[in-house]
């Protein structure tokens, strides 16, 4: 009961407080569960404790800028601290002042105004003067033509006005006080304000206040006020800031100085090359070894870290030419048994050969005396100047080779291997010494010692110690004399890992040679490095000198040594031969302060002496335990004593002392080391915790904020009256506003990020590589100690508090440990400093900088520098670790200056995934010898990516040039426990797997729980990719195993494995919502080929443990997995740079939005596929122009009567060479494009859909040639009698032109005796001929339309039915409900989607009407009353095409309406079609049009012209209607064939066409153009091409006249050309006497797929006696010439009109693609394809509004319609928790849109969160008209947000260039 008593009295207290909060018109639901996590507020009582630092934590959570107002008051504190009354006195004064200096203006002007002697500019100043003392803003000053009497008037009011209101104000604050004014009181100063400033408020101010005049939404005002004035700062603001930008990074930036100046020089330069020449020893070496090429210092980095063909497999090197590269190659293992590496011959030289001996010298053997003598008489073998190179001599020739970058790694992976480094190096060539510093710079080592400074005993640790740094004693051994019998190195092996491990070579190791060439002289050094164990050599850390060769020849190295060792230990030899040398050597040595230990090697035993500081030890024939024991406990003594230590960084000044050179000192690392001190200082000016927010204080809460608000982009809720649209807008003014004070606070520069990035952007490439490294050791400095101290704590806490959770005392566990905890948590992410917080405040300073929209170069300088550093080898960060947010501009700018530098690479991605703390990063250190551990002792955090080259021996043969490694933070962090832990590590794993090619997953140890863990996100990722097609692989790694011995132990781990991966797999699919079983349903997964197990990286325990070689040979066996896995891969999954680019922008925006696979957008195949489309148009453009060309040819025939029957075997003869060529250059495509293998996913579909635009092309040409036929044969009749009318007629015309031979008459003569004759001859036709009659169309529509309908009142309706006005589609006039599931109708009852189908609907019978009209006409048909039937038939389909179950169809006033309207629109064609055909097939219409043609004929017989001349102008008359006709139809399709090839608009897909429309409209800026695009898409679609061939044509620069000259001149050409050779074979036949009747033969054949020409048609004129043939051929040609002339003259008076088919209609069947609509805004799908797979898409949605939507109001069971339209936009709806509702009535979320099914389901609708700048213009644009439109208006939810009408057109014309 207690516990009930207390949850309601809990509950009791939140209803108190969310009261609190709701009375302040804060959000309770938002703002509690804040206020109790942020602050631990549970009751309301507690807000009167609370400070203003409490106000400042909650203020981060602020949504709105009214909230932060609301807290104030809530918390009753003030922004900046002042109380109430202090403001209320410091705004009365000031208003008191600005009212003073008003009036005394407004006196002064208005004096003016009345004595009238003042020039209009003095009247205008002191007008000015008067404004800015009101305060009124300048860019609402009225113009200087507004009369001011008038507007003083009303100022003299408002100043009066404000006098008397001011004592009653004096109270309220200037900006405070507008939270605290009732409703009453902010309309009563609204209205003030406006009688006031009457004349004075701009459009823009009068927008906020009219458009909520009414329902006084005063929050509303308030906000579009903000807005308002945020805008006009924000232009101020960038105006005066970005010159100051600019100016900081020009100064930021200076030019680069010339290489030549600081490009540091090698101290090898060309003398020293020489000198190398000279030691020839040497030389040979190197070039034994291949490495003479890079000597001296030319190996770089590159050669270590390319991937090389020693990369795909682990051998052994056959030469000794492949040594170096086997080296680096397993020293990049970290395998220290590359110490040993040799190149031997294939016969083993271990093993002597067996010689062959004969049976004589057999027996001579046996005798052992003989034996005996070749014993003593064997002489030592002379050593082989052949043999193997030294494994020492290998080690040393590359460090010799190697640059001081590549010398810096080699040292490193070294030092990991518990190897010897080389401390003093001579060089060969030159026999100076070099003192590596910086080689041993980044060396890192770990141990514990014990803590001599504490009071009580204690153990000091460090972690991660820079060696360098480390004050040690140095204990240095040498040796006096040779001996063969004691290895000092072995001794010190012996020491340091009891025999163990070979940390430095001797002459025992495998792989020794007797002969060594660069060891004499060198000086090694490694460290012991205690653990606190118990078998510790040891007690703190000691470093151990040695010295190779004899001592006595190395002075120089000797005398280093002895002062800087604490203790010498010197192994002594040859006692009783030893020269003068050495026994100066021995007594410096035991004058010498530091103590000395003698190791004789030819005693066994010495007594022991008095305690000193030299002591003596006999080693020969001694127990090395015993000996090492002693020797071990000797050197400890002499060291506990005051004994120096020092530092390696502390002996360099000794080492320049010397004479040694050190490589630190060249000038190019002292400028960077310089440099790099100099930020240091500045670092450490601020509290370690501070330097991130004082410093770099863009990466920190406003990053955090920014992060929050572009997330919220993907989680857009209607709140309150706010639609969609405002909330995005809102979101994104706040993005904007965050932005802007990042770049206040960026801007100037500190000298921090201004001294960083001027370096590395103007320093040399080498420089910048010593600076890095430089700043990353002395950074790692200055943050190691207080992190240190911070884990200590951290760790005594958290045990802390795991203690009295397990003590579960009855008293609660203190809050306050949580929140310690917490802190501590922080202050330890705030105190690590590393290079990529640099880095990422660079990002942060580029992506705020995009927000000027500036082209500025120096703005590119930020990725540059990245990117080189990426180049360089270093990596970079990809996702912000702390804010666990991708940075997308950022990393896209880095990847465009990639391409830049390198080119579009192929890149394989390899990423690994792991539990935090599992050796990942290790794991690709030892891979592919990357450093990702990025600032010291801190694990990796977020994502990082760096770039490997691939060899180019290996590009070709692999099928990429890089590898780009990812690796990532680890899964199931600590800091991340209490956080969104989950979710970010499923977006991580998601994100990092759906980049990577190919996953390393890593597992380690055999923890089920944490297998559990990595596998359950891992799986849930990899099934993610599967849904959204993607398709990477996976390897897992399985470390810390113990060496399985049995094959069925690893058997047992597999199917344990597998088991798991199954289950995981059964519960992701659960969680994502498909039906998948089993792993390998999800990847191609094999567990006996995809898991490898691992060995432990130590062989022992650290500090001093080397790493395990099976665990090198486990690296190099994935490595090469890895690659042979990459080469096997297709090239799909291959990206180069720029799609990589795109890849990780389509990851990552899927990833904001709460459905990864509903989100995500793959813009690289989309990419592919637009390509493909642009392909599949241009091949179906081949195909369909080939075919207009048979088709033309194949009517000229049927016209001729040369073609009686087309059968379907003949047109595919026809077309199929143009279709095998189209073919064959589609397979290329599908298998050459760069993209095929994302290509062949359509190829099959697109096969298919060329195949049936073939077969419909050639169906449609079949059925024109068959309909041509038949109304041939119908014409044959007609046409026969008219040739005996016209033949007939002709004869009667050459006998009277007979009768009148002779007589000279003029023109004038000829037509009067010819006249009266041919009306004779006409009066005689009729009563022979059958006189077609004229028939009344509008009569017989009428008939039709009252027979069909029967409806009361038709006939008044068809009468009244106006002409020439087109249909307008009416949902409330034509549509009705077929079940009533509302209480009203309306409108609003009807769905989106019906309405859109509906439209559809009558588009398309509109469409098929005109279209059937078209073919008629081009058929030249009769008219029939048949025809009025097919149009009411074609409505009644279109009707009856409704699906029967659906709600809504047509009612009865639609098909009477649309009949009406098509049967009038039809009727003027059928009577142009009627009187067309009447003229044409009338004997007596179609003779009389031919009396010019008779008379001209008459008249040339008359003139006494040969008969030839009469046949030719006779027959050029016939030829001239079908030249004309062919003219007209080539030049159709020329046109658009040109503009297919020179207009971009046609170049592309429909989606490019689409884009152009867009921006013609946005151009022409017409409200009427652009309501015909939104109400009849298609037949905008035809007007758009129709205005282009227009444009094209009709230019000014007569392109249209010589179209058709070209197609005359083709013509021409083709008619003489039938002359000709018609000429040619009548002059060939002998035999034929008719030989007029012959050519013509000839003649008509030649042109029988070229004109339109019949060979009857001719009848008449074969008669002619016509004997020569060759007068005839140039009396033809002149006839030919004087016609061409002719049609010239006409066809340059030519118009568009006079084609009977119109080129736009060939473009517009030809783009013609998918017509489907949008179900939620009625944009049309772009796709190319008609019934295209996949599912329909668009360029751009658009605003509901465009479609005359209304808000709806749901009451309970009711819907009620509202005027207010609806604003948003379909893609950002898709990103809400908005729902619509579906045709079958469900309610249902837009995120779940396709669950509505079709054709909801058909749609393809991804979140977008880019502006969609283009339809907000338009809508702010043209709202007037669009409210008349609909007759609604843009209010309330539907009000269009300020940030739409700020843009320009433009920026919607620019961001269109971007789709």
Same mark, same amino acid.
Not at 1602 to 1613: C, I, K, M, Q, Y
Not at 1675 to 1691: G, H, R, V
């Given at each position: 009961?207690?516990?009930?008593?207390?949850?309601? &009295?809990?509950?009791?207290?939140?209803?108190?407080?969310?009261?609190?909060?709701?009375?302040?018109?804060?959000?309770?639901?938002?703002?509690?569960?804040?206020?109790?996590?942020?602050?631990?507020?549970?009751?309301?009582?507690?807000?009167?404790?609370?400070?203003?630092?409490?106000?400042?934590?909650?203020?981060?959570?602020?949504?709105?800028?009214?909230?932060?107002?609301?807290?104030?008051?809530?918390?009753?504190?003030?922004?900046?601290?002042?109380?109430?009354?202090?403001?209320?006195?410091?705004?009365?004064?000031?208003?008191?002042?600005?009212?003073?200096?008003?009036?005394?203006?407004?006196?002064?002007?208005?004096?003016?105004?009345?004595?009238?002697?003042?020039?209009?500019?003095?009247?205008?100043?002191?007008?000015?003067?008067?404004?800015?003392?009101?305060?009124?803003?300048?860019?609402?000053?009225?113009?200087?033509?507004?009369?001011?009497?008038?507007?003083?008037?009303?100022?003299?009011?408002?100043?009066?006005?404000?006098?008397?209101?001011?004592?009653?104000?004096?109270?309220?604050?200037?900006?405070?006080?507008?939270?605290?004014?009732?409703?009453?009181?902010?309309?009563?100063?609204?209205?003030?304000?406006?009688?006031?400033?009457?004349?004075?408020?701009?459009?823009?101010?009068?927008?906020?206040?009219?458009?909520?005049?009414?329902?006084?939404?005063?929050?509303?005002?308030?906000?579009?006020?903000?807005?308002?004035?945020?805008?006009?700062?924000?232009?101020?603001?960038?105006?005066?800031?970005?010159?100051?930008?600019?100016?900081?990074?020009?100064?930021?930036?200076?030019?680069?100085?010339?290489?030549?100046?600081?490009?540091?020089?090698?101290?090898?330069?060309?003398?020293?090359?020489?000198?190398?020449?000279?030691?020839?020893?040497?030389?040979?070496?190197?070039?034994?070894?291949?490495?003479?090429?890079?000597?001296?210092?030319?190996?770089?980095?590159?050669?270590?870290?390319?991937?090389?063909?020693?990369?795909?497999?682990?051998?052994?090197?056959?030469?000794?030419?492949? !040594?170096?590269?086997?080296?680096?190659?397993?020293?990049?293992?970290?395998?220290?048994?590359?110490?040993?590496?040799?190149?031997?011959?294939?016969?083993?030289?271990?093993?002597?050969?067996?010689?062959?001996?004969?049976?004589?010298?057999?027996?001579?053997?046996?005798?052992?005396?003989?034996?005996?003598?070749?014993?003593?008489?064997?002489?030592?073998?002379?050593?082989?100047?052949?043999?193997?190179?030294?494994?020492?001599?290998?080690?040393?020739?590359?460090?010799?080779?190697?640059?001081?970058?590549?010398?810096?790694?080699?040292?490193?992976?070294?030092?990991?291997?518990?190897?010897?480094?080389?401390?003093?190096?001579?060089?060969?060539?030159?026999?100076?010494?070099?003192?590596?510093?910086?080689?041993?710079?980044?060396?890192?080592?770990?141990?514990?010692? #014990?803590?001599?400074?504490?009071?009580?005993?204690?153990?000091?640790?460090?972690?991660?110690?820079?060696?360098?740094?480390?004050?040690?004693?140095?204990?240095?051994?040498?040796?006096?004399?040779?001996?063969?019998?004691?290895?000092?190195?072995?001794?010190?092996?012996?020491?340091?890992?009891?025999?163990?491990?070979?940390?430095?070579?001797?002459?025992?190791?495998?792989?020794?040679?007797?002969?060594?060439?660069?060891?004499?002289?060198?000086?090694?050094?490694?460290?012991?490095?205690?653990?606190? *164990?118990?078998?510790?050599?040891?007690?703190?850390?000691?470093?151990?000198?040695?010295?190779?060769?004899?001592?006595?020849?190395?002075?120089?190295?000797?005398?280093?040594?002895?002062?800087?060792?604490?203790?010498?230990?010197?192994?002594?030899?040859?006692?009783?031969?030893?020269?003068?040398?050495?026994?100066?050597?021995?007594?410096?040595?035991?004058?010498?302060?530091?103590?000395?230990?003698?190791?004789?090697?030819?005693?066994?035993?010495?007594?022991?002496?008095?305690?000193?500081?030299?002591?003596?030890?006999?080693?020969?024939?001694?127990?090395?335990?015993?000996?090492?024991?002693?020797?071990?406990?000797?050197?400890?003594?002499?060291?506990?004593?005051?004994?120096?230590?020092?530092?390696?960084?502390?002996?360099?000044?000794?080492?320049?002392?010397?004479?040694?050179?050190?490589? #630190?000192?060249?000038?190019?690392?002292?400028?960077?080391?310089?440099? #790099?001190?100099?930020?240091?200082?500045?670092?450490?000016?601020?509290?370690?915790?501070?330097?991130?927010?004082?410093?770099?204080?863009?990466?920190?809460?406003? /990053?955090?904020? /920014?992060?929050?608000?572009?997330?919220?982009?993907?989680?857009?809720?209607?709140?309150?009256?706010?639609?969609?649209?405002?909330?995005?807008?809102?979101?994104?003014?706040?993005?904007?506003?965050?932005?802007?004070?990042?770049?206040?606070?960026?801007?100037?520069?500190?000298?921090?990020?201004?001294?960083?990035?001027?370096?590395?952007?103007?320093?040399?490439?080498?420089?910048?590589?010593?600076?890095?490294?430089?700043?990353?050791?002395?950074?790692?400095?200055?943050?190691?100690?207080?992190?240190?101290?911070?884990?200590?704590?951290?760790?005594? !806490?958290?045990?802390?508090?795991?203690?009295?959770?397990?003590?579960?005392?009855?008293?609660?566990?203190?809050?306050?440990?949580?929140?310690?905890?917490?802190?501590?948590?922080?202050?330890?992410?705030?105190?690590?400093?590393?290079?990529?917080?640099?880095?990422?405040?660079?990002?942060?300073?580029?992506?705020?900088?995009?927000?000027?929209?500036?082209?500025?170069?120096?703005?590119?300088?930020?990725?540059?520098?990245?990117?080189?550093?990426?180049?360089?080898?270093?990596?970079?960060?990809?996702?912000?670790?702390?804010?666990?947010?991708?940075?997308?501009?950022?990393?896209?700018?880095?990847?465009?200056?990639?391409?830049?530098?390198?080119?579009?690479?192929?890149?394989?991605?390899?990423?690994?995934?792991?539990?935090?703390?599992?050796?990942?990063?290790?794991?690709?250190?030892?891979?592919?010898?990357?450093?990702?551990?990025?600032?010291?002792?801190?694990?990796?955090?977020?994502?990082?990516?760096?770039?490997?080259?691939?060899?180019?021996?290996?590009?070709?043969?692999?099928?990429?040039?890089?590898?780009?490694?990812?690796?990532?933070?680890?899964?199931?962090?600590?800091?991340?426990?209490?956080?969104?832990?989950?979710?970010?590590?499923?977006?991580?794993?998601?994100?990092?797997?759906?980049?990577?090619?190919?996953?390393?997953?890593?597992?380690?140890?055999?923890?089920?729980?944490?297998?559990?863990?990595? !596998?359950?996100?891992?799986?849930?990722?990899?099934?993610?990719?599967?849904?959204?097609?993607?398709?990477?692989?996976?390897?897992?790694?399985?470390?810390?195993?113990?060496? #399985?011995?049995?094959? &069925?132990?690893?058997?047992?781990?597999?199917?344990?494995?597998?088991?798991?991966?199954?289950?995981?797999?059964?519960?992701?699919?659960?969680?994502?919502?498909?039906?998948?079983?089993?792993?390998?349903?999800?990847?191609?997964?094999?567990?006996?080929?995809?898991?490898?197990?691992?060995?432990?990286?130590?062989?022992?325990?650290?500090?001093?443990?080397?790493?395990?070689?099976?665990?090198?040979?486990?690296?190099?066996?994935?490595?090469?997995?890895?690659?042979?896995?990459?080469?096997?891969?297709?090239?799909?999954?291959?990206?180069?740079?720029?799609?990589?680019?795109?890849?990780?922008?389509?990851?990552?925006?899927?990833?904001?939005?709460?459905?990864?696979?509903?989100?995500?957008?793959?813009?690289?195949?989309?990419?592919?596929?637009?390509?493909?489309?642009?392909?599949?148009?241009?091949?179906?453009?081949?195909?369909?122009?080939?075919?207009?060309?048979?088709?033309?040819?194949?009517? *000229?025939?049927?016209?001729?009567?040369?073609?009686?029957?087309?059968?379907?075997?003949?047109?595919?003869?026809?077309?199929?060479?143009?279709?095998?060529?189209?073919?064959?250059?589609?397979?290329?495509?599908?298998? &050459?494009?760069?993209?095929?293998?994302?290509?062949?996913?359509?190829?099959?579909?697109?096969?298919?859909?060329?195949?049936?635009?073939?077969?419909?092309?050639?169906?449609?040409?079949?059925?024109?040639?068959?309909?041509?036929?038949?109304?041939?044969?119908?014409?044959?009749?007609?046409?026969?009698?008219?040739?005996?009318?016209?033949?007939?007629?002709?004869?009667?015309?050459?006998?009277?032109?007979?009768?009148?031979?002779?007589?000279?008459?003029?023109?004038?003569?000829?037509?009067?005796?010819?006249?009266?004759?041919?009306?004779?001859?006409?009066?005689?036709?009729?009563?022979?001929?059958?006189?077609?009659?004229?028939?009344?169309?509008?009569?017989?529509?009428?008939?039709?339309?009252?027979?069909?309908?029967?409806?009361?009142?038709?006939?008044?309706?068809?009468?009244?039915?106006?002409?020439?006005?087109?249909?307008?589609?009416?949902?409330?006039?034509?549509?009705?409900?077929?079940?009533?599931?509302?209480?009203?109708?309306?409108?609003?009852?009807?769905?989106?989607?019906?309405?859109?189908?509906?439209?559809?609907?009558?588009?398309?019978?509109?469409?098929?009407?005109?279209?059937?009209?078209?073919?008629?006409?081009?058929?030249?048909?009769?008219?029939?009353?048949?025809?009025?039937?097919?149009?009411?038939?074609?409505?009644?389909?279109?009707?009856?095409?409704?699906?029967?179950?659906?709600?809504?169809?047509?009612?009865?006033?639609?098909?009477?309406?649309?009949?009406?309207?098509?049967?009038?629109?039809?009727?003027?064609?059928?009577?142009?079609?009627?009187?067309?055909?009447?003229?044409?097939?009338?004997?007596?219409?179609?003779?009389?049009?031919?009396?010019?043609?008779?008379?001209?004929?008459?008249?040339?017989?008359?003139?006494?012209?040969?008969?030839?001349?009469?046949?030719?102008?006779?027959?050029?008359?016939?030829?001239?209607?079908?030249?004309?006709?062919?003219?007209?139809?080539?030049?159709?399709?020329?046109?658009?064939?040109?503009?297919?090839?020179?207009?971009?608009?046609?170049?592309?897909?429909?989606?490019?066409?689409?884009?152009?429309?867009?921006?013609?409209?946005?151009?022409?800026?017409?409200?009427?153009?652009?309501?015909?695009?939104?109400?009849?898409?298609?037949?905008?679609?035809?007007?758009?091409?129709?205005?282009?061939?227009?444009?094209?044509?009709?230019?000014?620069?007569?392109?249209?006249?010589?179209?058709?000259?070209?197609?005359?001149?083709?013509?021409?050409?083709?008619?003489?050309?039938?002359?000709?050779?018609?000429?040619?074979?009548?002059?060939?036949?002998?035999?034929?006497?008719?030989?007029?009747? +012959?050519?013509?033969?000839?003649?008509?054949?030649?042109?029988?797929?070229?004109?339109?020409?019949?060979?009857?048609?001719?009848?008449?004129?074969?008669?002619?006696?016509?004997?020569?043939?060759?007068?005839?051929?140039?009396?033809?040609?002149?006839?030919?010439?004087?016609?061409?002339?002719? +049609?010239?003259?006409?066809?340059?008076?030519?118009?568009?009109?006079?084609?009977?088919?119109?080129?736009?209609?060939?473009?517009?069947?030809?783009?013609?693609?998918?017509?489907?609509?949008?179900?939620?805004?009625?944009?049309?799908?772009?796709?190319?394809?008609?019934?295209?797979?996949?599912?329909?898409?668009?360029?751009?949605?658009?605003?509901?509004?465009?479609?005359?939507?209304?808000?709806?109001?749901?009451?309970?069971?009711?819907?009620?319609?509202?005027?207010?339209?609806?604003?948003?936009?379909?893609?950002?709806?898709?990103?809400?928790?908005?729902?619509?509702?579906?045709?079958?009535?469900?309610?249902?979320?837009?995120?779940?849109?396709?669950?509505?099914?079709?054709?909801?389901?058909?749609?393809?609708?991804?979140?977008?969160?880019?502006?969609?700048?283009?339809?907000?213009?338009?809508?702010?644009?043209?709202?007037?008209?669009?409210?008349?439109?609909?007759?609604?208006?843009?209010?309330?939810?539907?009000?269009?947000?300020?940030?739409?009408?700020?843009?320009?057109?433009?920026?919607?014309?620019?961001?269109?260039?971007?789709?």
């Amino acid at each position: 009961m207690a516990s009930q008593e207390d949850t309601q &009295e809990g509950d009791a207290k939140a209803q108190l407080l969310a009261e609190a909060f709701e009375k302040e018109g804060l959000d309770a639901a938002y703002w509690l569960p804040k206020a109790s996590q942020i602050l631990g507020i549970k009751c309301r009582e507690a807000l009167q404790h609370l400070e203003y630092e409490d106000y400042l934590k909650l203020e981060c959570e602020v949504r709105h800028p009214y909230e932060k107002k609301a807290l104030q008051k809530l918390l009753k504190i003030t922004d900046d601290k002042m109380t109430t009354k202090e403001m209320q006195k410091e705004h009365s004064e000031k208003t008191k002042q600005r009212q003073e200096e008003a009036k005394q203006a407004l006196k002064d002007l208005t004096e003016m105004l009345k004595s009238r002697s003042h020039s209009q500019d003095a009247v205008r100043v002191k007008a000015e003067a008067l404004w800015q003392a009101m305060e009124i803003p300048k860019e609402f000053w009225p113009p200087p033509e507004k009369l001011l009497a008038y507007q003083l008037e009303n100022m003299q009011k408002q100043l009066e006005q404000q006098e008397q209101s001011a004592g009653g104000r004096e109270n309220i604050p200037d900006m405070e006080v507008s939270q605290e004014l009732s409703p009453e009181q902010k309309r009563e100063l609204f209205v003030f304000m406006e009688d006031g400033m009457k004349g004075l408020w701009s459009t823009r101010i009068k927008n906020p206040h009219q458009s909520h005049s009414e329902d006084e939404d005063w929050e509303s005002v308030e906000g579009d006020l903000d807005s308002l004035i945020s805008e006009c700062l924000d232009d101020k603001w960038e105006e005066e800031r970005m010159q100051d930008i600019l100016r900081d990074l020009e100064d930021t930036f200076p030019t680069p100085e010339a290489p030549g100046q600081s490009q540091s020089k090698s101290d090898s330069s060309e003398s020293k090359e020489k000198e190398a020449i000279a030691n020839q020893e040497f030389l040979q070496l190197l070039k034994r070894l291949g490495l003479e090429s890079h000597y001296p210092r030319k190996m770089g980095l590159g050669d270590f870290h390319t991937i090389g063909k020693t990369s795909l497999q682990d051998s052994q090197p056959s030469q000794d030419k492949e !040594l170096p590269f086997y080296f680096l190659q397993k020293l990049l293992t970290v395998d220290y048994r590359v110490r040993y590496l040799t190149c031997r011959e294939r016969s083993s030289p271990d093993l002597a050969p067996v010689p062959q001996t004969t049976e004589q010298e057999d027996q001579q053997s046996d005798s052992f005396e003989q034996f005996f003598n070749d014993l003593e008489g064997a002489s030592p073998e002379r050593a082989s100047r052949d043999s193997h190179v030294h494994p020492m001599d290998l080690q040393m020739a590359i460090f010799h080779c190697a640059d001081d970058f590549l010398r810096q790694t080699l040292a490193t992976k070294l030092a990991f291997c518990q190897l010897a480094l080389p401390l003093l190096v001579p060089n060969p060539s030159t026999s100076r010494i070099e003192f590596p510093l910086y080689a041993l710079s980044q060396i890192q080592r770990s141990w514990k010692e #014990a803590d001599k400074s504490a009071k009580q005993a204690g153990t000091k640790s460090y972690s991660n110690k820079l060696i360098f740094q480390a004050q040690t004693p140095i204990v240095s051994f040498i040796r006096i004399g040779s001996s063969a019998s004691s290895s000092k190195s072995q001794l010190l092996n012996a020491l340091l890992s009891k025999r163990k491990h070979d940390t430095f070579f001797h002459h025992h190791c495998r792989g020794s040679t007797r002969e060594r060439l660069l060891m004499e002289g060198l000086v090694e050094i490694a460290w012991y490095c205690p653990g606190r *164990n118990p078998d510790d050599a040891f007690d703190c850390c000691v470093a151990f000198c040695n010295l190779h060769g004899d001592a006595r020849d190395h002075g120089a190295q000797l005398q280093f040594l002895q002062e800087i060792s604490a203790v010498n230990v010197a192994v002594v030899s040859e006692l009783e031969h030893m020269d003068d040398r050495g026994k100066k050597l021995l007594k410096d040595l035991w004058q010498s302060e530091r103590p000395l230990v003698c190791l004789l090697t030819e005693k066994e035993d010495v007594a022991a002496g008095p305690a000193s500081k030299t002591i003596k030890i006999g080693i020969k024939n001694r127990n090395e335990a015993e000996l090492m024991d002693q020797l071990t406990k000797t050197i400890g003594n002499l060291l506990e004593g005051s004994n120096p230590c020092f530092s390696l960084e502390a002996c360099v000044d000794k080492a320049r002392q010397h004479g040694f050179i050190v490589d #630190a000192d060249q000038p190019a690392c002292v400028t960077a080391k310089g440099k #790099a001190k100099e930020l240091v200082e500045l670092l450490k000016k601020e509290k370690l915790s501070e330097i991130k927010s004082q410093l770099l204080p863009l990466q920190g809460k406003l /990053w955090y904020q /920014w992060c929050q608000k572009d997330k919220e982009l993907t989680r857009l809720q209607e709140k309150r009256n706010k639609s969609i649209e405002h909330h995005r807008s809102q979101i994104e003014q706040e993005k904007k506003a965050i932005r802007r004070k990042q770049l206040e606070r960026a801007f100037p520069l500190n000298q921090l990020m201004k001294s960083f990035l001027g370096f590395l952007q103007a320093q040399p490439a080498d420089t910048k590589k010593y600076f890095l490294q430089w700043m990353k050791v002395f950074v790692d400095e200055l943050s190691c100690g207080r992190l240190e101290e911070l884990r200590r704590d951290y760790h005594k !806490l958290w045990s802390e508090i795991l203690t009295r959770e397990k003590s579960r005392k009855e008293t609660c566990v203190d809050d306050e440990l949580p929140n310690l905890i917490d802190a501590l948590s922080d202050e330890m992410n705030d105190s690590s400093i590393g290079l990529e917080h640099l880095l990422r405040e660079a990002g942060q300073i580029y992506e705020a900088l995009q927000l000027m929209n500036s082209q500025n170069d120096n703005f590119e300088k930020l990725p540059e520098i990245a990117a080189e550093l990426m180049v360089s080898g270093y990596p970079v960060e990809l996702m912000d670790g702390d804010a666990s947010y991708l940075p997308l501009r950022w990393v896209e700018a880095i990847f465009d200056s990639l391409i830049e530098r390198l080119g579009d690479k192929r890149v394989f991605v390899l990423s690994v995934l792991g539990i935090q703390s599992t050796g990942k990063s290790t794991l690709l250190n030892a891979m592919f010898g990357l450093q990702f551990n990025v600032s010291a002792g801190r694990c990796t955090r977020g994502a990082f990516m760096q770039l490997i080259p691939v060899g180019e021996e290996l590009q070709q043969d692999l099928g990429f040039d890089f590898v780009l490694v990812v690796d990532t933070e680890g899964l199931r962090a600590i800091e991340m426990a209490n956080k969104h832990s989950l979710n970010h590590d499923n977006e991580l794993a998601t994100f990092v797997i759906g980049v990577g090619n190919l996953t390393v997953i890593n597992i380690f140890g055999e923890n089920p729980s944490e297998m559990q863990d990595v !596998l359950q996100i891992a799986v849930q990722a990899f099934l993610r990719m599967k849904k959204v097609n993607l398709s990477p692989s996976c390897l897992f790694v399985h470390q810390n195993v113990g060496e #399985a011995t049995a094959k &069925e132990q690893n058997m047992e781990g597999q199917r344990r494995l597998q088991e798991k991966l199954d289950e995981m797999t059964r519960v992701a699919a659960q969680q994502e919502f498909c039906d998948i079983s089993s792993f390998s349903d999800v990847i191609g997964f094999d567990v006996n080929t995809h898991i490898h197990y691992f060995a432990h990286l130590w062989e022992g325990n650290p500090p001093m443990a080397p790493p395990n070689p099976k665990y090198s040979q486990n690296v190099q066996q994935l490595k090469s997995k890895i690659l042979q896995a990459a080469k096997k891969q297709s090239q799909r999954s291959i990206l180069r740079l720029s799609s990589l680019k795109d890849r990780i922008g389509d990851l990552w925006n899927a990833l904001l939005n709460e459905n990864f696979v509903f989100s995500f957008k793959n813009s690289l195949e989309i990419a592919v596929y637009r390509r493909l489309e642009s392909a599949f148009s241009q091949w179906t453009w081949r195909l369909r122009s080939h075919i207009l060309d048979v088709q033309m040819r194949l009517d *000229n025939k049927i016209r001729n009567g040369d073609l009686q029957n087309v059968t379907r075997g003949h047109l595919e003869g026809l077309v199929q060479e143009t279709s095998d060529a189209i073919e064959k250059e589609m397979e290329k495509y599908f298998r &050459e494009d760069k993209d095929c293998e994302t290509l062949v996913q359509w190829k099959y579909s697109t096969e298919l859909k060329l195949k049936e635009l073939k077969e419909t092309l050639l169906h449609e040409t079949k059925k024109k040639c068959e309909n041509l036929i038949e109304l041939q044969k119908e014409q044959r009749k007609l046409d026969a009698r008219k040739l005996e009318y016209e033949n007939e007629l002709l004869r009667k015309s050459r006998e009277l032109a007979v009768s009148l031979k002779g007589k000279s008459l003029s023109e004038r003569e000829l037509k009067d005796k010819f006249t009266p004759v041919w009306n004779a001859w006409i009066a005689e036709v009729p009563r022979d001929a059958h006189r077609l009659e004229r028939v009344d169309i509008d009569a017989e529509i009428e008939d039709v339309l009252v027979e069909h309908f029967k409806e009361p009142g038709i006939h008044a309706r068809i009468k009244s039915s106006p002409k020439g006005r087109g249909f307008s589609f009416d949902p409330e006039k034509h549509i009705m409900k077929k079940k009533h599931y509302h209480l009203f109708q309306g409108s609003w009852g009807i769905s989106i989607s019906d309405v859109i189908n509906f439209q559809h609907i009558t588009d398309n019978i509109i469409a098929s009407v005109k279209a059937n009209i078209d073919k008629k006409e081009e058929e030249k048909r009769d008219y029939s009353r048949s025809f009025i039937h097919e149009i009411l038939n074609e409505v009644q389909e279109g009707v009856n095409s409704v699906p029967s179950n659906a709600e809504c169809t047509f009612n009865r006033a639609y098909s009477i309406d649309l009949s009406l309207y098509l049967c009038r629109m039809a009727a003027e064609r059928f009577k142009a079609m009627h009187e067309a055909f009447r003229k044409a097939n009338d004997p007596v219409v179609y003779l009389s049009s031919k009396r010019e043609e008779f008379f001209h004929c008459f008249q040339i017989s008359c003139q006494g012209a040969t008969s030839v001349t009469t046949f030719a102008v006779l027959l050029c008359y016939k030829i001239e209607p079908a030249l004309r006709r062919a003219v007209y139809e080539r030049t159709a399709k020329d046109i658009a064939v040109d503009m297919q090839d020179k207009l971009p608009d046609f170049q592309g897909n429909r989606a490019n066409l689409e884009v152009c429309i867009l921006k013609y409209l946005a151009e022409q800026e017409n409200f009427e153009y652009f309501k015909q695009y939104l109400t009849s898409p298609k037949q905008f679609f035809e007007s758009y091409i129709e205005i282009r061939v227009r444009e094209h044509c009709l230019d000014g620069t007569g392109k249209l006249r010589n179209f058709l000259a070209s197609s005359l001149d083709h013509f021409h050409n083709k008619v003489r050309s039938a002359i000709s050779s018609s000429t040619q074979i009548v002059k060939d036949r002998k035999d034929r006497e008719d030989k007029i009747s +012959l050519w013509l033969d000839e003649f008509c054949r030649e042109l029988s797929e070229v004109i339109n020409l019949p060979r009857s048609d001719l009848k008449g004129i074969e008669h002619q006696e016509v004997t020569d043939i060759e007068f005839l051929s140039r009396a033809m040609a002149e006839a030919l010439d004087d016609l061409k002339e002719k +049609l010239m003259e006409e066809l340059s008076e030519a118009d568009l009109s006079s084609f009977s088919r119109q080129p736009h209609t060939i473009l517009a069947e030809h783009f013609s693609g998918c017509w489907a609509q949008c179900p939620f805004c009625g944009t049309v799908c772009t796709n190319t394809m008609r019934d295209h797979d996949g599912d329909h898409q668009v360029v751009l949605h658009r605003p509901q509004a465009l479609m005359g939507w209304t808000w709806v109001v749901r009451f309970f069971f009711f819907e009620f319609g509202t005027h207010k339209l609806v604003i948003d936009i379909c893609s950002s709806l898709v990103a809400s928790n908005c729902k619509f509702k579906s045709d079958c009535g469900r309610w249902i979320p837009y995120k779940r849109y396709r669950d509505a099914g079709p054709p909801y389901s058909t749609w393809n609708i991804l979140p977008d969160s880019s502006m969609q700048v283009y339809w907000k213009w338009f809508v702010s644009r043209f709202s007037t008209q669009l409210e008349a439109l609909y007759d609604q208006k843009f209010e309330g939810k539907g009000k269009i947000p300020e940030s739409w009408r700020r843009i320009t057109k433009q920026e919607a014309l620019s961001k269109l260039d971007k789709h």
